[in-house]
T-cell receptor, first 114, second 110 residues
């Protein structure tokens, strides 16, 4: 059973371009969380999704950021018109039953905006 | 918003010593979890302790939870160089998501 897979591991974008980050949860997991981490800081919650539904997006900026978790395929975190401040590590986690169970994390995508 | 605050922010010890990290949180919780993060990697789950539990053990790890003080501690006994990492507590904040603290950076010297 493969773990949570995130790709790409590293992504470089110029200002104004779009960034698409992918996350395939562990098999059997229907709960997906996205977090953002700046160097030397903790993880900041962005969005919580279940299949085809956004459950909680309170941590995600209202503009330029969107997330989806379709019935088939990986969860996607999309950042439009990236700016330098979007540079960070973005982690995805999945779990079987949500917040009361262990969350399994991917290795993250490191986004650099130049 | 940040829920948990770890203390200390950084800790340096020698191999064989014990390491204690503390976490304080603000609201009522259903459970509290501890995770480890090696530099540049994803987080690895260590222990989950429920709000009705006071202490839990896993190998060299011991976690306590005091809901009256809204605090938890993680004790690593007989530390090893491989324990060098950042350690985060996370709580459910009585909501549907895990909220992470700011982390303790542990350095274990051989």
């Amino acid at each position: 059973n493969a773990g949570v897979m995130q790709n790409p591991r590293h992504l470089v974008r110029r200002r104004g371009q779009e960034a698409r980050l992918r996350c395939s949860p562990m098999k059997g997991h229907s709960h997906v969380y996205w977090y953002r981490q700046l160097p030397e800081e903790g993880l900041k919650f962005m969005v919580y999704l279940q299949k085809e539904n956004i459950i909680d997006e309170s941590g995600m900026p209202k503009e330029r950021f969107s997330a989806e978790f379709p019935k088939e395929g990986p969860s996607i975190l999309r950042i439009q018109q990236v700016v330098r401040g979007d540079s960070a590590a973005y982690f995805c986690a999945s779990s079987t039953l949500g917040v009361n169970t262990e969350a399994f994390f991917g290795q993250g995508t490191r986004l650099t905006v130049v | 918003s940040q829920q948990g605050e770890e203390d200390p922010q950084a800790l340096s010890i020698q191999e064989g010593e014990n390491a204690t990290m503390n976490c304080s949180y603000k609201t009522s919780i259903n459970n509290l979890q501890w995770y480890r993060q090696n530099s540049g990697r994803g987080l690895v789950h260590l222990i989950l302790i429920r709000s009705n539990e006071r202490e839990k053990h896993s190998g060299r790890l011991r976690v306590t939870l005091d809901t009256s003080k809204k605090s938890s501690s993680l004790l690593i006994t007989a530390s090893r160089a491989a324990d060098t990492a950042s350690y985060f507590c996370a709580t459910d904040d009585n909501t549907d998501k895990l909220i992470f603290g700011t982390g303790t950076r542990l350095q274990v010297f051989p």
